[in-house]
């Protein structure tokens, strides 16, 4: 089992395997790729597209897949998945990027906002009359990541909704498509670890649902969370995850769990779990 950081610095962090960088944020903002590093593009979330397009928006019956819709409660505005110029500016940025001697490419929000989009009139227009809205929804997502796929030459990554039962039906994610196109998945299971319980049925899920290599993503960043809680999710899903990724968004945050992880307190507690994943992994972190 792998170890991998994300920070807000596109520089790795030493002792990690590998470290991811946000190239593209789901705020809509590019920045300079980072070499030697997985370089993450956050997809339909993109607050700067819409800001500059209202017209990109997608659509449901509970109105607009915006942040100010009191209807929905989201984090981000959401451009429609079958805008051909928004996908066209996507695809040509996973291109250059993977230009830019990366190590991988992870897509980020490459889904629809949630169950009930898109409506919008293009949408409508393209779903054929014998076809389900689910099945549209699906072949316009893969589709959207065969050709990123495509676009790529480097392994590509896609970030997945951490909900193991209804991934097609509500974002329009179909794991088994992607299966095809790409190299390896990311799940994030973003909680409290004052309570592990649901992150072992979670990373036990996508580990039967997933047939490629699974990244299992726990969130390490401020308001900081005690050590020992992470160290109780990192158990809790280690049996089930290639890589464990610690997202702290701060650099400094994410050397200074390392050292943290590096404790002998923590090797105790995984010999007696026998958690091997991660004895062999404290193993090589502390050599
Ligand atoms: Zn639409």
Known sequence: ?????LTDQAKPVSGFDYCFYEAKQVTGKIRKP??????????FADNIAIREHPDWVAVSEKGKALRSNQNLRLLW???CPTNEKF???MLGLVADVSRQDVLGIRLDCAQFTREGFCRCNRC????KREESWEDFRASIITDFVKQAA???KVPLMIGLEPDPAFLQERFGQDVDSFSRYVDSFCVPIYMDYSIVY???IIAYAFRMNVRKELVIDLYAGYPRKSIEDLFKAILAVANYADTILLST????LGEHIMNLLKDEKFYNVARQRECKPVLTLLDRLRT
């Open 249 to 252: 968004f701060d650099y400094t």
């Open 198 to 200: 649901w992150c072992d």
């Open 1 to 5: 089992m792998k170890i991998a950081l």
């Open 124 to 127: 409508v227009n393209m779903k």
């Open 34 to 43: 980072a070499g030697g590093m997985f370089n993450i593009i956050t997809c």
């Open 77 to 79: 505005d959401w451009v």
């Open 150 to 152: 495509k676009a790529s």
């Open 87 to 89: 996908v066209e500016n």
